[in-house]
């Protein structure tokens, strides 16, 4: 079985930095893309961030120039670097990969507070 495990999480002043990260264990052959969802209190959940096999990138509008998708494919890892982040980023955030079969994460919680 595949077990998506994310981390890096948690509460940030606003302007501030997260790096969430998602590694992907167990018996996966392939991975074609990877993403970042999110989805905040009493909205629906959108696309935040995804990365191909070959490292190409899209970013939703809200999020561009501010967070980077990365990945390591020797790891079977997406990262998510987040920077200058807003309170409307508060959300709980889900990884997504895409292989013979779709896997999500678990969700991890990121609150942007004063």
């Known amino acids: 079985q595949v077990h998506l495990v994310e981390s890096g999480g948690g509460l940030v002043q606003p302007g501030g930095s997260l790096r969430l990260s998602c590694s992907a264990s167990?018996?996966?052959?392939?991975?074609?893309?990877m993403a970042w969802h999110r989805q905040a209190p009493g909205k629906q959940r959108e696309l935040v961030a995804t990365?191909?096999?070959?490292?190409?990138?899209n970013y939703a509008d809200s999020v561009k120039g501010r967070f980077t998708i990365s990945r390591d494919n020797a790891k079977n890892t997406v990262y998510l670097q987040m920077n200058s982040l807003e309170p409307e980023d508060t959300a709980v955030y889900y990884c997504y990969i895409q292989g013979l079969r779709a896997y999500w994460g678990q969700g991890t919680q990121v609150t942007v507070s004063s």
């Open positions: 990365i191909n096999s070959y490292g190409s990138t």
């Open positions: 167990g018996r996966i052959f392939r991975i074609d893309d």
